[in-house]
Structures are given as C-alpha cells and as structure tokens.
Nanobody, 124 residues
C-alpha cells in the first residue's frame, strides 16, 4: 500500500524559508514522478513543482521558479521542497503526490497517490 507522509510546514514571515519533506513507502519511488501541489483557501489545487525520474529532471510553476527547489533522495524514498523568499501568496496547504509514468505532467488527475497535506502560512 502506497503511503506519502509529509512534514515541515508551519508559520514563517515573508522572505523566510521552509522545507517540506515527503516520505514515501509501499512502492518503487525511484521510478515515480514526485510532485508538489498546493491549495489556498477558496482556490483550486495547483501544481507547484515536480521531480521526474528520467534524468532527474525538475519542473516548476512560473510563480515559484527561482524561489523553490525540489529534490529527492531515492535511498530514503523522500522528496523535498525547499521554499525560499516566501510570500504571503504562498500560503496554502501543500500536498505531496506521486505517479508511476514515464511522461511528466502537471495535471492533478494524473497523480494517483497523495499525502495528507501540510499547512504553510506566510505572514506579511
């Protein structure tokens, strides 16, 4: 049974940093695309970043490029999201997600496995 367990959220001032972690179990995650999504109050869940397994490629939403970095440790089956220069508009519940497929996608519905979500709040 695939499980994704997130940690690392919290409250930070604008301009600060946080790192989210997502520990995966129950599958061979070295061959999975690991994504991060977020959902702000009253808004739809949106793609943030992803780490692909082909060539260890990474993908980012335009809104976080240059500020967020996704990385993974396949030995620990863990994916990370380092968030720097945080802004109040980054406030949301952040979700880790996984899909087993060769082609990268930012489409929500293509990710089969999801973490429980982790609140990130950025104060101004």
């Amino acid at each position: 049974q695939v499980q994704l367990v997130e940690s690392g959220g919290g409250l930070v001032q604008a301009g600060g940093s946080l790192r989210l972690s997502c520990a995966a179990s129950g599958g061979t995650f070295s061959s999975a695309t690991m994504g991060w999504f977020r959902q702000a109050p009253g808004k739809e869940r949106e793609f943030v970043a992803a780490s692909g397994w082909i060539g260890r490629s990474t993908y980012y939403a335009d809104s976080v490029k240059g500020r967020f970095t996704v990385s993974r440790d396949n030995v620990k089956n863990t994916v990370y999201l380092q968030m720097n220069s945080l802004k109040p508009e980054d406030t949301a519940v952040y979700y880790c997600a996984a899909r087993f497929g060769m082609v990268f996608t930012s489409t929500l519905g293509e990710y089969k496995y999801w973490g429980q979500g982790n609140q990130v709040t950025v104060s101004s």
